[in-house]
């Protein structure tokens, strides 16, 4: 961060979603921002890398925000002066309110009366540092821009993947849900298959142990592991024969038929799973509430994401 780099008061994030990921996307800002949010922009003093989610499209870090574009004005013209090259640009959100919306030309003109305010040399092809304005609910907003860099999408070229495995998408918010906070949190995923989840926990940097009970596995899981040039341990072991704590689990129930778990089976995995993790995550395609209480979680917050007819529950517990 250059000297001169000056302290955001807020952050604004936009948001994208499909329909049917919408009940994902919320739970997921539950547990990243500790907040609900209502429309495709949320303002929080929540500070999170965009490229953390795959619902977040960008974020502003909000230098100013004022009643008028005249005030904003007064307040840029009074920055220090840059040491890195900038451009400005306008920024609409999806769903933005008529009355908030900057038309193309507007947004033109707009960033570049800002633009020739600000005290640095411009640079509109490859800048070192991008500003954006935007509009929210009457306020004008402007500050530090960046957009999502789809981390995830670079996953999904895996050399080893199962067809019932979780999306990289998925399984990335999934780390998100579980984990809000990266540091000083212990992770297991006990089931981790291919490692789909591991590849996005390690990839965000989060401590996160992997473990299955299927040998035929294990090369794949580390072979992905390192295609992404990423290293973590994983063990081959069953569920049951896991003794040491951690913060959170995250466990994708086994639902294919090549994964037939009986009910007993099912109530001796998150009854493991109630041992040795304080919190956990977990997805399944069949009801199991009255197996997490049996065990002793408590169901704080959930969510159901559908995929034709294929339907998935993410339950949060502790």
């Not at 998408?169 to 984990?179: D, E, K, Q």
């Not at 041992?275 to 009801?287: G, I, L």
């Not at 199991?288 to 065990?295: K, P, Q, R």
Request: hydrophobic letters at 40%; a negative charge; glycine letters at 6%.
């Amino acid at each position: 961060m250059s000297q001169n780099r000056l302290v955001p008061n807020t952050f604004l994030y936009t948001f994208n979603y499909a329909e049917e990921e919408e009940h994902l996307c919320k739970l997921e800002a539950r547990s990243l921002f500790r907040s609900n949010l209502h429309a495709f922009v949320l303002e929080s003093r929540m500070n999170i890398d965009p490229s953390r989610s795959p619902f977040i499209k960008e974020k502003i870090e909000v230098l100013f925000k004022c009643d008028t574009l005249e005030d904003l004005v007064q307040k840029v013209e009074v920055m220090p002066a840059l040491n890195s090259t900038y451009k400005v640009i306008g920024v609409n959100y999806r769903d933005i309110d008529p009355l908030d919306k900057m038309a193309f030309e507007e947004r033109k003109s707009i960033a570049r009366q800002v633009g020739c305010l600000i005290p640095g040399i411009a640079n509109l092809h490859q800048p070192e540092v991008v500003f954006a304005i935007t509009k929210l609910k009457g306020k004008w907003y402007f500050g530090y821009y960046s957009e999502n860099q789809g981390i995830w999408l670079i996953h999904q070229q895996k050399p080893h993947n199962y067809s019932t495995a979780l999306t990289t998408r998925v399984a990335r918010v999934l780390v998100n849900i579980a984990v809000p906070e990266l540091t000083g949190i212990t992770v297991i995923d006990p089931c981790c298959g291919i490692g789909t989840v591991l590849v996005e926990a390690l990839s965000m940097g989060v401590n996160i142990t992997g473990s299955d009970y299927n040998p035929l596995v294990m090369k794949g899981i580390r072979n992905n592991l390192a295609h992404f040039g990423l290293s973590g341990p994983v063990f081959l072991r069953d569920i049951r024969d896991i003794t040491e704590m951690y913060d959170v689990a995250i466990i994708d129930m086994p639902y294919n038929l090549c994964s037939v778990v009986s009910n007993e089976e099912k109530f001796e995995m998150l009854q493991c799973a109630r041992h040795f993790a304080k919190k956990m995550v977990v997805v399944t395609t069949e009801d199991i509430d009255g197996i997490l209480n049996e065990v002793g979680f408590e169901i704080v917050d959930r969510c159901e994401v559908t995929k034709g007819k294929f339907v998935r529950q993410i339950i949060v517990c502790c």
